[in-house]
């Protein structure tokens, strides 16, 4: 393969970062004021990004033609499909962000910043290199790109004094994950004798050696780390809940995408010879990810931390579609994550939405008590996130649901799922009260901010895709991620 | 049929729906009577079209929209009789929150809409996953109308309600998946043809009981029903007792009898042993409650014992007893809490003791009341005599033990039913407020004359309700048969006497004197 053809694969992680660096040169000269301009710029650059995945998305790609730079990149389908769903997510974070920043009472301090598009642009160009990552190599660079600018963003209220201890708190901890994550790398390097995904793959044939399991164990332990996995997780709540909430909206979404989808690609593709090896570690990290983080909700009154455990819990479910350990299951993942991101990026929103005059957010519940009498669209639109959330039927994260636990019961783990799902309604508990603060209470009428239209489009949009007319789109979408969850498997 | 009716039945109450939450406010009650007439009128066409003795399965249409099962509806007799329950039932629920609910009408009326196709969707259900998220979304409308038009302790109730149920389907599901995977398809009427391993059926039973035991709600899954009954606003009572608890004895007859047979056989002491349970304990209970509501929520967990009773009896007569209380339970005690309702409208309470005398100056409440409760006891004339007459002689076929105690059942509801009317109707007028109630309003004629009228149909003549589902009856009685459970009643045949036995042994040798 020549090196025009390289590139031509990876023309939209070119084109984002010369984008990235225009702007970045833009926000520099022209200060905090050209933050929305260049957050409009951003938002097209990606959704141009994502328009020329299309075409190959459309017919899926595997195969050897799909490899960059000798095999240190694979554009396949399951690459295309995870980048689509980051830039959609990045879009929507950018989307929100203008009005969060700058409400009416927001002085120097609170403002929006020109850095906070070009980090979030640097961000989504680390996770396209993670996602379509074929080496350990790139695979580092794509996280510690990502990280890195992620580290910034959670601390991009500089003079608050919650977003700069979430921003310490993600690095320090990010940077023990990512030492760990090296260490196994290292390890896997070491006794296998290659970086390439293939190599190591060959490397581990046969019985893992104490080296080469103990590699397994460290990498699995850095990407638990990354996607906020019990017993990774700690750090969740604090970073969700200190961060701007537009950015814990972007870490519970294009990150998540990201760095779920590159276990899977290493968990296939790397260990995808020795099965037996990761299945159980993947299958308890699923079953504890879904107590825990149901058990670690209930108790919370902050809604941005609950939020944070919740997406705990549905790591849980969608790892549980990896512990399947094959194309089915691989593909119900990537239908979970799918309907995972709007569904976080509409409850998100509607949190953004629940602002006072002075455009500062409520956070707690208490402050949305009877939301349904004094802003009914809102809480309404929350009603059907959380349901959905909750997996009741007939709105859409049911069917998430559905094809996970179809896949886990179709490969035989009936009596995984059955505690699965159990484990599940304990999570239902604190779904449902959200829709008993908003609706059962009485009104305590603070919720009076005006929103942007951006979030009222955005609001509804999720909320029309997670309703009952979300299911038609549910034959193209098992197509789409059937195809995606194939080329994981197709032999390079 | 190439109108597909049963998709219009459930749009009609959608549109209403969506129409009610948009307007709000008083003309949401108008829309909601117009489209819950409109779907009942569908629904007497549904009838009149439905071919008695004709294809087991008819008005079917079947779509393939979605990933995963199909949109597929269909009906047979069971189901027909079930859906008509539910939309005569639900403009008399309109009627009566005409006034009792003034605060956020509009989402309310919406709430019972979406409730009104969720019904009718379970019942007409082809595909075990469809069936599964209709019967499964009705958590969400019932939840709000316990939660948000409820009473002073709704919050506890709507959760207990909600988790309840939620966590006994969960399960039902995995066996859904399991029993796809191995079938290899979804649809309803295959499946119920399908004969699984003996071994598998266990569990697979077990699964669908954790659900269905919670719905019907048998003992000693039951408890979550007299708070969701005793918090509910009127008409989510009448909806919960008249078609919900419908939904557990629906599953049993179409999923856990038909595709699990051997399992229901080999489960049916279970059964029985809880049912007999919970005629003689929630009967008792029954009868030292003070409050109204919650006197009538355990009185429906002694009759949907006797439903379950006749549904493991494993003979036509049981089959078609079980489905006949179903049918009456939903009118009677829908009617019941009807009549707790009008009267709570004028006094907000539920205390039994607060009232007395009531037939005095409310002879025509009293009439109705009357009724109902006669209805309830099974006195013959009423439905509730049809359905559990022929529930205990299914039973009686298979023991006469359980046959015994459900009978003893029968008389202890006699006995709560009627002391219940005598506190509340006869004796003196002890409160003077309550002593002061007008009787019953037009409106309140408009709700009960319907449910009194079909009440007596049925008691009268049964063969109306019972015609529709003779032959399905008899196909599920003919399939599940061969498993049924040793009888205690099969008595060995003699050989017939030559003359009467109170034939006089007469000597014709002997002449006359």
């Known amino acids: 393969m020549d090196f025009s053809a390289s590139f031509l694969l990876v023309m939209p992680e070119l084109v984002l970062t010369a984008a990235g660096l225009i702007l970045l040169l833009a926000a520099a000269w022209g200060g905090d004021k050209a933050a929305r301009g260049i957050s409009i710029v951003a938002s097209l650059v990606f959704f141009a990004v994502g328009l020329m995945l299309v075409p190959s998305l459309h017919t899926g790609v ?85 990280s890195l600018a992620s580290y910034v963003l959670a601390s991009i209220l500089r003079k608050d004094q919650r977003s700069a201890e979430a921003g310490l708190k993600y690095f320090v901890l990010g940077a ?69 909430t537009p950015v814990t909206m972007f870490f519970s979404t294009a990150p998540k995408v990201a760095a779920v989808a590159l276990t899977a690609r290493v968990v296939f593709e790397v260990f995808g010879g020795q099965v037996a090896a990761w299945q159980q570690i993947v299958m308890f990290t699923a079953l504890a990810s879904i107590v825990f983080g149901a058990l670690g909700a209930i108790g919370q009154d902050n809604l941005k931390r609950l939020l944070a455990y919740s997406s705990i819990n549905n790591i849980g479910f969608i790892l549980l579609g990896l512990a399947v350990a094959n194309a089915a299951g691989a593909s119900a993942m990537l239908v979970y994550l799918f309907i995972y991101v709007v569904m976080s990026l509409g409850s998100f929103t509607a949190l953004l939405m629940l602002r006072d005059e002075d455009g500062d957010l409520y956070e707690t519940f208490a402050d949305i008590r009877g939301l349904a009498v004094t802003r009914p669209v809102i809480a309404w639109m929350l009603l059907v996130q959380m349901f959905s959330l909750a997996g009741i039927p007939p709105l859409l994260g049911f069917y998430s649901k559905f094809v996970i636990f179809q896949a886990t019961v179709e490969a035989g783990l009936v009596a995984f799922a059955a505690i699965a799902i159990a484990a599940s309604v304990i999570g239902a508990f604190y779904y449902i009260k959200f829709i008993k603060v908003m609706f059962f209470d009485d009104a305590v009428d603070l919720v009076k901010g005006k929103s942007g239209s951006g979030h009222w489009v955005l609001l509804i949009l999720t909320g029309v895709i997670v309703s009952p007319l979300g299911y038609l789109i549910t034959g193209s979408l098992k197509d789409l991620t059937d195809k995606a969850a194939a080329a994981l498997f197709v032999a390079v | 049929m190439d109108f597909p009716i049963l998709t219009t039945m459930m749009l009609v109450p959608l549109a209403g729906a969506i129409l009610c939450l948009i307007t709000g406010g008083g003309a949401a009650r108008v829309i909601a009577l117009a489209s819950t007439l409109a779907t009942f009128a569908l629904g007497v066409v549904l009838w009149v079209n439905y071919e ?24 047979d007799g069971i189901s027909l009789l079930l859906i008509m329950l539910s939309v005569f039932l639900m403009p008399i629920c309109i009627l009566a929150s005409w006034d009792a609910i003034q605060k956020r009408v509009g989402e309310y009326m919406s709430a019972f809409l979406f409730m009104e196709v969720l019904m009718i969707g379970t019942f007409a259900a082809q595909d075990l996953f469809l069936f599964y998220i209709f019967f499964e979304a009705g958590l969400i409308p019932m939840y709000l109308i316990i939660g948000v038009w409820g009473g002073d302790n709704r919050i506890y109730a709507s959760y207990k309600f909600f988790l309840y149920t939620l966590i006994g389907s969960v399960l039902m599901l995995i066996a859904m998946f399991w029993m796809v995977a191995t079938a290899g398809t979804s649809d309803i009427p295959t499946l119920m043809q399908y004969e699984f391993d003996t071994g598998a059926q266990t569990w697979l039973w077990l699964a669908f009981f954790a659900s269905f035991a919670v719905k019907v709600p048998m003992w000693p899954f039951h408890t979550w029903l007299p708070d969701a009954h005793v918090q509910a606003p009127t008409a989510g009572s009448v909806i919960l007792a008249g078609v919900l608890l419908k939904l557990g004895g629906y599953g049993f007859i179409r999923f856990s009898l038909p595709m699990f047979p051997d399992a229901s056989a080999d489960f049916a002491w279970f059964v029985f042993a809880l049912s007999m349970v919970a005629v003689i304990y929630t009967s008792l209970v029954a009868l030292v409650q003070e409050d109204m509501k919650k006197l009538i929520a355990y009185s429906s967990v002694a009759h949907m014992a006797i439903v379950t009773v006749g549904l493991f009896s494993f003979n036509v007569q049981g089959l078609e007893g079980a489905m006949l209380i179903m049918l009456s339970h939903g009118l009677v005690s829908g009617a019941l809490f009807l009549c707790v309702g009008v009267i709570y409208d004028r006094l907000h309470t539920r205390e039994i003791a607060r009232y007395g005398g009531l037939s005095i100056n409310m002879p025509y409440y009293a009439l109705f009341f009357l009724l109902f409760t006669m209805a309830s006891i099974g006195l013959p004339g009423t439905s509730g005599f049809v359905g559990e007459f022929l529930s205990l002689a299914g039973i009686y076929q298979t023991s006469s033990l359980v046959a015994l105690i459900c009978t003893t059942g029968i008389i202890l509801g006699a006995a709560y039913m009627l002391y219940l009317y005598r506190r509340v109707a006869f004796g003196d007028q002890k409160n003077a407020d309550a002593a002061a109630m007008g009787d019953i309003r037009p409106r309140e004629w408009a709700m009960m004359v319907p449910i009194a009228a079909v009440v007596l149909w049925m008691g009268v003549y049964p063969e109306s309700f019972l015609a529709p589902m003779r032959a399905d009856i008899a196909v599920l009685d003919a399939q599940i048969s061969a498993a049924a459970p040793a009888s205690d009643a099969e008595l060995a045949p003699g050989t017939p006497r030559d003359a009467a036995a109170n034939a006089i042994e007469f000597d014709s040798s002997e002449g006359e004197h």
């Open chain 2, 52 to 75: 008695i003795g004709g294809p087991q399965w008819q008005f079917q249409e079947s779509l393939d929209l979605f990933d995963g099962f199909t949109y597929a509806l269909g009906i």
């Open chain 1, 176 to 244: 023990l994950a990512s030492g760990i994550l090296l260490y196994g790398m290292s390890l896997l390097y070491g006794f296998t004798g290659g970086t390439d995904f293939a190599s190591v793959r060959a490397g581990l044939d046969g019985e893992l050696s104490i080296g080469q399991l103990f590699g397994l164990i460290f990498v699995l332990s850095g990407l638990a780390f990354k996607i906020a996995a019990v017993p990774f997780h700690m750090w969740t709540p604090d970073v969700y809940e200190g961060a701007p």
């Open chain 1, 62 to 146: 595997d195969g050897p033609d799909t490899l960059a730079f000798g095999g240190l990149l694979k554009i396949d389908t399951f690459a295309l499909f995870a980048k689509a769903l980051i830039y959609l997510a990045a879009i929507a974070c950018l989307v929100v962000a203008p009005a969060f920043f700058n409400g009416p009472a927001a002085g120097e301090e609170r403002g929006m910043r020109a850095e906070y598009p070009v980090l979030i642009l640097f961000a989504a160009l680390g996770m396209s290199i993670m996602v379509s990552a074929n080496d350990f190599m790139t695979l580092y660079l794509g996280l510690e790109l990502n």
